[in-house]
C-alpha cells in the first residue's frame, strides 16, 4: 500500500513505525516542513500512568522511552504564597524533542526515513497514494484541502498562553496563581528532564492588554514574565523557544476521514494541556488506526469507518473533559478570589471526572485537609 503521512511529530512517527512493522511490503512517506531536530514546546507531560497503553502491544519502545522520563506522584498548587499539595495525582514527563528522537530511532529499525524541511504545496500533492494521514498538528495542510469535508470547526479561547523552558527545578506538576500589578497570571510548570522544567504562563485577555504584551519584543516579554514569577523561578531565567503569545484552538471535526484521508491527534481534534492529554491521544489515535487497518488491509474506507468507530466515544468523553478543564482556565481569575483550599477544591474537580468520593480513595491527605479547613471556616 502507497501511504503518506503528513508531519514528522509523534503521532506520525508512531504510525509509521506501526504500519511498516505490520506489513513491510508498505511504501510509506513521511513528510515534515522542519528539520528533524526542530520542535515547539519543551517537555510531553503524560498521567502517571504514563505510556502503559503501549506494554502489550510494543514493549520495546515502551522499554525504550520509559526510562527517559521523569516521575512524580504528588499535584501541587500555589496560591496567595500558600502551596497546597494534592497527593495520588502522579504524572510523566519526557522532553518534547527526547521523544521524537526515540520515536526516530524505532522508525529507523523498520526502514522508514522522514522527509523534512519538505511541504506539501498543494491538494495535488495528495494524490496517487491509497492513504493520506493528517498528522500535522492543529493547523493541518491535509484537513485545510478537505475542510468542509470533515466539517472543521475551530474556536479560539480568550485566554493567551506562552510556553518556556527553565533550569529552575520542580518536584511535581505545579500550578502558581499570581497577581500583578497588571492583572493575574498562571503558570503550570513541570520537571520533564534532569535540570530542566517546562513552564507555561497564561493570563486573560485584560492582564496581557494591561500588561502591553501586545506591543512587546519576545525579549521584553520574557523580562517582564521573569518579574512576575521571580520567587517562582528562584531567580533564574526562562528559557524560550519560539515563545510567543498564542491562543489555544479548540479544533474539532464532525467527520475523522474524508476520501482516503484521515485526521489523527492534534489535525483531528485538540485537548487543552491543562488536561496532560493531548500526546497521548495522538499515541492511541495511531495505534487504533494501525489496528484497523491490519483488520480491513484491504478495504481503506472499511478501515477508516472501524478506526473512528473505535476511537470516538473514548475521544468524546476525553474532549469533553479537557474542554470543562479549559473552561476553569478561562475564568481563572475569578477562581483567584477564593481562598488557597478552596481554590484547590475547585481546581481539582474542573474537569468533572473526580467526584468527592473518588478523591476521598485517591487523595486522602488533600481531603482531610480541605474537610478540616472547611470546618475551621464554618465555625
Keep these: 500500500m502507497n501511504i503518506l503521512i503528513a508531519g514528522a511529530g509523534p503521532a506520525g512517527l508512531y ?17 515534515e516542513q522542519n528539520p528533524p531536530d526542530s520542535t515547539f514546546g519543551f517537555g510531553v507531560v503524560f498521567s502517571d500512568r504514563a505510556l502503559d497503553f503501549l506494554r502489550d502491544d510494543d514493549e520495546e519502545t515502551h522499554a525504550l522511552i520509559v526510562p527517559a522520563m521523569q516521575r512524580w506522584t504528588d499535584l501541587s498548587l500555589v496560591h496567595r504564597g500558600q502551596r497546597i499539595t494534592i497527593d495520588g495525582v502522579g ?13 526516530q530511532q524505532r522508525l529507523a529499525s523498520v526502514g522508514v526515513e522522514p522527509q523534512y524541511c519538505q511541504t506539501l504545496g498543494d ?17 493541518s495542510f491535509v484537513r485545510r484541502m478537505h475542510e468542509a469535508a470533515f466539517g472543521t470547526v475551530i474556536e479560539p479561547l480568550a485566554n493567551r498562553f506562552v510556553w518556556y523552558g527553565t533550569t529552575q527545578p520542580f518536584d511535581t506538576l505545579t500550578q502558581t496563581f499570581v497577581a500583578t500589578g497588571y492583572g493575574c497570571m498562571n503558570a503550570h510548570h513541570y520537571p520533564y528532564a534532569p535540570g530542566m522544567s517546562t513552564f507555561i504562563i497564561e493570563c486573560d485577555p485584560a492582564t496581557w492588554q494591561r500588561a502591553g504584551f501586545e506591543h ?6 520574557r523580562k517582564r514574565l521573569e518579574q512576575a514569577f521571580d520567587e517562582t523561578l528562584g531567580g533564574r531565567p526562562l528559557i524560550a523557544n519560539k515563545s510567543i503569545w498564542r491562543q489555544f484552538p479548540k479544533v474539532r471535526n464532525a467527520h475523522w476521514s474524508a476520501g482516503h484521508c484521515v485526521l489523527v491527534g492534534d489535525a483531528l481534534r485538540t485537548a487543552h494541556f491543562s488536561i496532560g492529554s493531548g500526546t ?11 489496528k484497523a487497518m491490519r483488520e480491513h488491509s484491504a478495504d481503506v474506507p472499511a478501515a ?14 476525553l474532549v469533553d473533559a479537557a474542554n470543562r478543564s479549559a473552561d476553569w482556565y478561562e475564568h481563572f481569575v475569578e477562581h483567584m478570589q477564593l481562598e488557597p483550599w478552596a481554590l484547590a477544591w475547585s481546581y481539582i474537580q474542573r474537569s468533572g471526572r473526580v467526584d468527592s468520593d473518588k478523591l476521598r480513595q485517591v487523595s486522602p491527605r488533600f481531603v482531610a485537609g480541605y474537610e478540616a479547613w472547611a470546618a475551621d471556616n464554618r465555625r
Design 91 to 103: 504524572f510523566a514527563a519526557i522532553g518534547r524533542l527526547r521523544l521524537l528522537q526515540l520515536l
Design 280 to 290: 497521548r491521544l495522538a499515541f492511541e489515535d495511531v495505534i487504533a488506526l494501525a
Design 123 to 139: 491538494a495535488a500533492a495528495l494524490a496517487g497514494h491509497d492513504l493520506v494521514v493528517a498528522a500535522d498538528g492543529a493547523n
Design 304 to 317: 477508516l469507518q472501524a478506526y473512528e468507530a473505535a476511537r470516538r466515544p473514548v475521544v468524546d468523553k
Design 15 to 31: 504510525l509509521a513505525y506501526l504500519l511498516k512493522r505490520q506489513d513491510a511490503r508498505h511504501q510509506i512517506r513521511i513528510v
Design 216 to 221: 512587546m519584543d519576545e525579549d521584553a516579554t
